[in-house]
């Protein structure tokens, strides 16, 4: 069964970069909109809905074709937000350290090309949608974009940062500025997470 994740710190904690209000709304308002619409999408199928929702994206070519549009949307709106979450911290960050560092800096040239480079692509996602820093079956590192809430995973790419730009994540702060939003998250990014799920 899916259930909302609990955060790692309370809403108000990630102010001012996101202030409370979103961040309450984004989570127990959108997010578990995605999750009850996964379980009702699942009804008939409860073999399917006892899997991991990072296992049933990564498995998504083979699935009943019925269930394909639920998962997508809904269960892709799961996972995004479980590994938003997760990289977010109100705690203050050195940024990326160690390997994690080395790949970037093989992939980007640098920690603030990488950025540079993440805010462009991110910001420039037409509609709503994500950005992704993912690792490849090469292992090496890529900045990606996905529309809606499709994941990476549905692609056999590992996302190991992913930060939403749909409307609702960053309006009552940055309206539409995108790109400030974008610039000021760096602040709260979790790197020993996303260290975590680079190194497995
Ligand atoms: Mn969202």
Same mark, same amino acid.
Do not use: C
């Given at each position: %069964?899916? /259930?909302?994740?609990?955060?790692?710190?309370?809403?108000?904690?990630?102010?001012?970069?996101?202030?409370?209000? $979103? %961040?309450?709304?984004?989570?127990?308002?959108?997010?578990?909109?995605?999750?009850?619409? &996964?379980?009702? =999408?699942?009804?008939?199928? *409860?073999?399917? %809905?006892?899997?991991?929702?990072?296992? &049933? &994206?990564?498995?998504?070519?083979?699935? *009943?074709?019925?269930?394909?549009?639920?998962?997508?949307?809904? =269960?892709?709106?799961?996972?995004?937000? $479980?590994?938003?979450?997760? !990289?977010?911290? *109100?705690?203050?960050?050195?940024?990326?350290?160690?390997?994690?560092?080395?790949?970037?800096?093989?992939?980007?040239?640098?920690? =603030?090309?990488?950025?540079? +480079?993440?805010? /462009?692509?991110?910001?420039?996602?037409?509609?709503?949608?994500?950005?992704?820093? !993912?690792?490849?079956?090469?292992?090496?590192?890529?900045?990606? $974009?996905?529309?809606?809430?499709?994941? *990476?995973? %549905?692609?056999?790419?590992?996302?190991?940062?992913? !930060?939403?730009?749909?409307?609702?994540?960053?309006?009552?702060?940055? +309206?539409?500025?995108?790109?400030?939003?974008?610039?000021?998250?760096?602040?709260?990014?979790?790197?020993? +997470?996303?260290?975590?799920?680079?190194?497995?």
């Amino acid at each position: %069964m899916y /259930t909302l994740p609990k955060l790692n710190f309370d809403y108000a904690d990630l102010e001012p970069i996101i202030d409370a209000r $979103t %961040m309450e709304i984004h989570h127990t308002k959108h997010h578990l909109g995605y999750i009850n619409k &996964l379980i009702a =999408g699942l009804e008939e199928y *409860p073999e399917l %809905m006892k899997k991991d929702i990072n296992e &049933l &994206l990564r498995d998504f070519k083979n699935l *009943p074709d019925e269930v394909k549009k639920t998962v997508r949307n809904n =269960g892709g709106g799961h996972a995004n937000h $479980t590994l938003f979450w997760s !990289i977010l911290t *109100p705690s203050k960050q050195a940024g990326p350290s160690g390997d994690l560092l080395l790949a970037i800096e093989n992939s980007f040239g640098s920690f =603030g090309e990488f950025k540079k +480079q993440f805010e /462009t692509a991110a910001a420039g996602q037409f509609g709503s949608g994500w950005g992704w820093l !993912i690792k490849n079956d090469k292992g090496d590192l890529e900045i990606i $974009t996905t529309a809606n809430q499709d994941s *990476p995973l %549905m692609d056999g790419l590992l996302p190991i940062l992913g !930060i939403d730009v749909w409307e609702h994540a960053y309006y009552l702060n940055y +309206q539409n500025r995108r790109p400030d939003y974008l610039s000021s998250i760096w602040k709260i990014i979790n790197w020993e +997470q996303v260290d975590k799920y680079f190194s497995k």
